[in-house]
């Protein structure tokens, strides 16, 4: 037989007669035959893989988004590779390069904590892969996002804290390079602003946002200002450090130190007590960029303007912030 005729027999081609395809297939069971899926890839252009890099799926967070990519692309009949960056920089850019590399149809990225330079995803926009970023994005009109308002989640969260009567409030923070952690910092800022409270450097530690970041970070800002009576994290991981180091201090949660994180992570309903936290819309921001990835992938990538989606956060009130017989806002001193 015909390569041509072989090739179709095997994907059921309605030419071939039911006799043809039944010799064929007979042969390839006995000889154990395998697609070469990349060698279809490059034959058609098209390898009905998505890439997507990730810094981490330690947490529940990046976890949560990629099962939404993962939902979305498999109903479109895509399959999906994923590469973890490990918060490294040199790691993301070999991810982005071994996934040019294996022919992806498209690429969805969330920026590593030490990623400054951006100038290796040149590549991927002089090749036309469509390219959408999430969660982690940069800063640029020009390119195609799926974000959170970090800065509104930042903002109700301490806002939260100020109405249960908490008036030196902490912040530990991330990288001021990074979009998220800048706009909940900002979102932290403001809050006070609106009640009249300045904003006190002492209360502020930066970080990478660790375990240990958030007990090293606690320890220095309770040594600074030992009147703080609440902490608003920029995630929760930190804030489980920050909150070992509360209870070694033997201060009581809420009623000495009230708490409220950002990420909404699994162990926030397992600890003692359950932290408040900002939910930041997992497997939605998931479902949302592989969406417009698959769009920019149908239509062209020079056919699709730039979108950026932009998602709201939900504050979840736990019972590490929630105070009794506290004053209302309208009964607090400005």
Same mark, same amino acid.
């Given at each position: 037989?015909?390569?041509?005729?072989?090739?179709?027999?095997?994907? +059921?081609?309605?030419?071939?007669?039911?006799?043809?395809?039944?010799? *064929?297939?007979?042969?390839?069971?006995?000889? $154990?035959?395998?697609?070469?899926?990349?060698?279809?890839?490059?034959?058609?252009?098209?390898?009905?893989?998505?890439?997507? *890099?990730?810094?981490?799926?330690?947490?529940?967070?990046?976890?949560?988004?990629?099962?939404?990519?993962?939902?979305?692309?498999?109903?479109?009949?895509?399959?999906?590779?994923?590469?973890?960056? $490990?918060?490294?920089?040199?790691?993301?850019?070999?991810?982005?390069?071994?996934?040019?590399?294996?022919?992806?149809?498209?690429?969805?990225?969330?920026?590593?904590?030490?990623?400054?330079?951006?100038?290796?995803?040149? +590549?991927?926009?002089?090749?036309?892969?469509?390219?959408?970023?999430? =969660?982690?994005?940069?800063?640029?009109? =020009?390119?195609?996002?799926?974000?959170?308002?970090?800065?509104?989640?930042?903002?109700?969260?301490?806002?939260?804290?100020?109405?249960?009567?908490?008036?030196?409030?902490?912040?530990?923070?991330?990288?001021?390079?990074? $979009?998220?952690?800048?706009?909940?910092?900002?979102?932290?800022?403001?809050?006070?602003?609106?009640?009249?409270?300045?904003?006190?450097?002492?209360?502020? @530690?930066?970080?990478?946002?660790?375990?240990? +970041?958030?007990?090293?970070?606690?320890?220095?800002?309770?040594?600074?200002?030992?009147?703080?009576?609440?902490?608003?994290?920029?995630?929760?991981?930190?804030?489980?450090?920050?909150?070992?180091?509360?209870?070694?201090?033997?201060?009581?949660?809420?009623? =000495?130190?009230?708490?409220?994180?950002?990420?909404?992570?699994?162990?926030? &309903?397992?600890?003692?007590?359950?932290?408040?936290?900002?939910?930041?819309?997992?497997?939605?921001?998931?479902?949302?960029?592989?969406?417009?990835?698959?769009?920019?992938? @149908?239509?062209?990538? &020079?056919?699709?303007?730039?979108?950026?989606?932009?998602?709201?956060?939900?504050?979840?009130?736990?019972?590490?912030?929630?105070?009794?017989?506290?004053?209302?806002?309208?009964?607090?001193?400005?």
């Amino acid at each position: 037989m015909s390569v041509s005729t072989v090739s179709r027999a095997l994907s +059921d081609h309605s030419r071939i007669s039911d006799a043809t395809k039944k010799r *064929v297939w007979e042969l390839a069971r006995a000889l $154990n035959y395998q697609p070469n899926q990349l060698a279809a890839a490059l034959r058609k252009g098209r390898s009905n893989t998505l890439g997507v *890099v990730v810094p981490h799926i330690d947490g529940q967070f990046f976890a949560l988004v990629v099962k939404g990519i993962e939902t979305i692309a498999n109903q479109a009949g895509f399959n999906v590779m994923i590469c973890q960056s $490990n918060e490294d920089a040199a790691q993301e850019q070999k991810n982005v390069e071994t996934l040019v590399n294996a022919q992806v149809d498209g690429i969805l990225l969330s920026l590593s904590l030490s990623t400054h330079d951006y100038r290796y995803l040149e +590549d991927v926009r002089r090749r036309d892969i469509p390219l959408v970023f999430f =969660d982690r994005a940069l800063e640029s009109t =020009d390119v195609s996002a799926v974000v959170l308002d970090d800065y509104l989640g930042g903002y109700e969260a301490v806002c939260h804290l100020i109405e249960q009567g908490c008036r030196h409030i902490a912040h530990l923070g991330g990288p001021q390079h990074l $979009n998220i952690c800048r706009n909940r910092y900002q979102g932290y800022a403001d809050a006070l602003r609106h009640y009249n409270i300045p904003v006190d450097d002492n209360l502020v @530690h930066f970080s990478d946002l660790s375990m240990q +970041d958030g007990r090293q970070g606690m320890e220095l800002l309770l040594s600074q200002a030992p009147q703080v009576d609440a902490v608003f994290s920029c995630n929760d991981l930190a804030l489980v450090g920050a909150m070992q180091i509360v209870k070694r201090r033997g201060l009581r949660i809420p009623q =000495d130190v009230a708490l409220a994180g950002f990420s909404n992570e699994l162990f926030d &309903s397992l600890t003692e007590p359950m932290l408040t936290s900002v939910d930041q819309r997992c497997e939605e921001m998931g479902r949302t960029a592989v969406q417009l990835l698959l769009e920019m992938i @149908h239509e062209g990538v &020079s056919k699709v303007a730039p979108r950026q989606v932009v998602l709201q956060p939900k504050l979840l009130i736990r019972e590490s912030s929630q105070r009794s017989g506290v004053l209302l806002p309208n009964q607090m001193a400005s």
